[in-house]
């Protein structure tokens, strides 16, 4: 296998607390009393970082994402410091795309001024629902009150770019229900809206204890309505459950979608860099505490391995199908090493069913595939 330079590299940052651990959540989250001591990690997110940079060279880093958990628990000072401590350790792009996790109810109304100057340039805001009695369901710490004031600071602080999460088919929820949550947030008029269906993921108390979820002709009522709305009001669907105005795209998870490279620092983050030897990712401890002890030493990641060739087709493929605009010949080489001769028998396949589609070098889902995405990934199980 070989690589093409020069393939783009974000930075992932996990802020692993919350306030309250949501049941529907299967991420390394933590639920904390109080507040965090935030300081202390970012000394630990740093000295971190010091220690991957060395896999990168001279690679210049074009995006941040700071996920979690809730990293809008931790003061825009500690941001400040983080973002500085960043920029002071990687070759960080001018014009880099620093997005930010930020809840209502884990956000003082003051801090989103202070976020702004300490660097993030976008936001992404859990709002999940507007109705108070969905959002109790939930788990979530806000109502629909503390919803609306987070989106209306966000916009006064200055970002003018932010993305609003919302969740369809929860449990109880109508289809009228539904497009009544989303009507209100395209009224904010974000840059960006995420919109995807509540699932019971493995090892979340849903999972264990599961809601009444709404019958499957029903939730894809709502997506189908949503999808018109969504179009009407200017938001072009780009993936799977993303939705943006015209250039407002998320980088960082296009990125991804699209196989580029990222480090990941923080409790549980993952990384996949490119290289001579193929494709590696790297993962680091998921306990916070077990994090903070061992940050800067080897002992900080706990595992790594090379992708196999199949593993890599398969991967590959489980993200950029998941785009509308579909992936090119060029970029399925210039992230995977594999020429592109070797899977055409595998797209024949889905070709002929339908779920996929050419022109050109770029090969696209069709509707149904789409629709039966799980069904398609099966042809590239090697």
Known sequence: MTFLPDLPLSLYIHIPWCARKCPYCDFNSHQIEGCPDALGYVRALLVDLEFEVKLIGRRQVSTIFIGGGTPSL????????????????VDLAADAEITMEANPGAVEKEWFDGFRAAGVNRLSIGIQSFNDAALLQLGRIHNAEQACAAIEQAAKSGFDSFNLDLMFALPGQTPPQALEDLQLAIGFSPAHISYYQLTLEPNTLFHAQPPVLPEDDDSAEMQEAAQQLLSDAGYAQYEVSAY????????????YWLFGDYLGIGAGAHGKLSDAQGVRRRWRIRHPQAYLDAAGDPAAVAGERILARNDLILEF????????QGFTTDIFHARTGISFREIEPLLDRALERKLLCMDGDKIMTTPDGQLYLNDLLEDFCL
Do not use: D, S
């Not at 015209?246 to 998870?253: E, I, R």
């Not at 493929?317 to 509308?324: D, F, G, P, T, V």
């Open 74 to 89: 931790f003061p825009p000072e500690a941001i400040r410091t983080l973002l500085l401590g960043v920029a002071q350790r």
């Open 244 to 255: 943006a105005r015209a250039g407002k795209q998320c980088l960082h998870n296009l990125n």
């Open 317 to 324: 493929m489980m993200n950029a199908l998941r785009l509308n």
